[in-house]
């Protein structure tokens, strides 16, 4: 299969069936219904089960019942249905249950628009639901990312049993560009079998029991410490970043997905116009990536963060420097993107005048 | 010695977590037993909801999932989806069905998701407390209907088993209570139904067992009973309300 | 070589169309392509646009504030994005829809009566095609043999029976510019 050209929502969907997911639960939302009727179409054709749900609060808990029954299950919505997907999402973390979830952010709150946003970091990255718990959350920012991680994920949700959540924007979820499947890279992790999913009794020795209530204190507290293990693995496994003509810079951009492309056009005029600049791309937001910080906050002027939002990732920014040089933000709300010439001033601030 | 009586095998030796006198107990035994008359229990995957029976996934013994609060059937969609060689049930309380989990259940229904759910109706939110439910009869007190259910306020109360019937996915659903042994032994046969509703591929199942609540309704057990009979089944009429199975045991 | 280009028009001119074939016709020749639409109300009968970039870099932003090219398929689209153009870059005008000249005097514009040129070939849905050819033949971002290549990938099964007319209606357009610079 040569390169084809798709739009990032249709993209996502091929790549799920591709990695073996045969479960799709999900409800009807612009700019991701792509997905939806992607499924709607291949599923049948590959053996699988498409089902529109009621509500997306169905849709989660499809997933809830199919993760927890063993399958490879996967569902997508954006912003207003992630909302509502919350509680189920924080049941699936507490219980264990492997998912991937694709949230195409759109302008907020409330109804907001529909255009390409990235308020929703907050939401995915710091919780969302109740109780202590992680979702490990990919930021794409190509259609050929976008595939290569929705394969990923399947495998990261397996490999922790947990959510796993691909963080894109409308404008990913609607362009197209070409992606070439036969080059989707693989990581082939050695997954466990799973032994834990309630498949019927059958001659197993024991029940299997998908649950997330320890009335206990004391056992409910070793659950958490439980999680949070896993939460510990994959902070040490699951970092993934890019980082752009950084070795020499003394300004450093802070972007992911469709804003990282956006930053990188004005890290090369930037350059041009004889201004040091690199790119740090986060690609997994949680567990999110220190050590391009570490790497340097000792030889930067400073950094500029830019996201299509009045400012979410800016913090875990300030945190992962600890403050050791000054992080600033340039951000818009509601669908509109950030101004190259904005963000050229900046930069231009930042290191200190014209050159 | 011979054996005269015998627990089922579809219920674990975990103590019941039910109050004295409640009939959630005896409605447990009837599904196991049923499971087990049917052969089932190797390949039953049941979901517990939340309400008093929350903790049921610990006394069936067969695979289980514990649901948030109403979403148990669309847990069930999901399981059933992925087994569909299975048993899927779910048991549901009437807060988690007919109120917060309404949207759930209805489309289950509506779409003939071939599972079997129990619901258990005692006019009332027994977990937390004694609040009126969907089902609370006009008048009754709970804790949240101090003065009485007011259908002026609170409206009126839901007949789940005569609503559900109304949609074409559904294949057997009948109402039945367990105050006494003629009305235990038809629940068993109605739960027996339902599951081979399943089995057998028609789609959507559903009994409906009235129960008691003698803690929170404030009588004892005997008197608990009695007031089903006497308030409760005349709003509620026994029967079947839909029956599409092939040979009625 | 870098190209961003924005196809405006109202819903059902066919401007998606024509940004995806040429969107197509540089994957077919080896570029980095990326095409992005206006969605949601405005596709049903509004005005629709797309944005697309054919380059030999890495694509960087999809949505475009500099366009190296526009077109322009109705009035709105012109008031709308006339000012979009770089300056030395090209406007291209379907002056059958379009009832103002262009303000601008630092960019390269093309009159392309596409609805006429289409209403004589006798089927009007090829206004864009005859567009496109014009577009084509002035910027040279893809090849006009590669063009005819993506045309039966971007319509898909059931289309066939509109090559013919397609390919006269580009050929059109593209005759139409060689005659304008002839003449220059």
Redesign the interface.
Known sequence: MAKVLMKGNEAMAEAAIQAGCRYYFGYPITPQNEVTEYMSKRMPEVGGVFLQAESEVSAINMVYGAGGAGARVMTSTSGPGLSLMQEGISYLAGAQIPCVIVNIMRGGPGLGNIQGAQSDYFQSVKGGGHGDYKLIVLAPSTIQEMADLVQEAFDIADDYRNPVVILGDGMLGQMMEPVDFDNVKKTRRNLPEKTWATTGRGNREHRNVINSLYIDPPVLEKHNYVLFEKYKRAEQNEVRYEMVNCDDAEVILVAYGTMARVAKNVMNIARREGYKVGLIRPISLWPFPKEPFKKTVDQVKGYLVVEMSMGQMVEDVQLATECKKPVHFYGRPAGMIPEPSVMLEKIKQIAGGAR | MAVVFEKTKGLTDVPFSYCPGCTHGIIHRLVAEAMEELGVLDKAIGVASVGCSVFAYEFFNCDMQQAAHGRAPAVATGIKRVHPDKVVFTYQGDGDLAAIGTAEIVHAAARGEKITVIFVNNANYGMTGGQMAPTTLVGQRTTTTPYGRKPEVNGYPIRVSEMLSTLDGAAYIERVAVYDVKHIMQAKKAIKNAFLAQIQNKGFSLVEVLSTCPTNWGMTPVEALKWVKDHMEPYYPLGVYKNTLEEVK | MEERIIFAGFGGQGVLTMG?II??AG?LEGKN?????S??PEMRGGTANCNVTVSDD??????I?EATSVVVMNRPSLDKYESYVVPGGKLFVNTSLVDRKPQRKDIEVYEVPANEIASELGNLKVANMVMLGAFVEATKVVKMETVLKALPEVFGKGKEHMMAINEKALEKGAELIRNMVSTK
């Open positions: 995806l969107t197509y994957m392509v990326s095409w992005t639409p969605y949601g890495e694509v960087g932003s999809p949505v504030i």
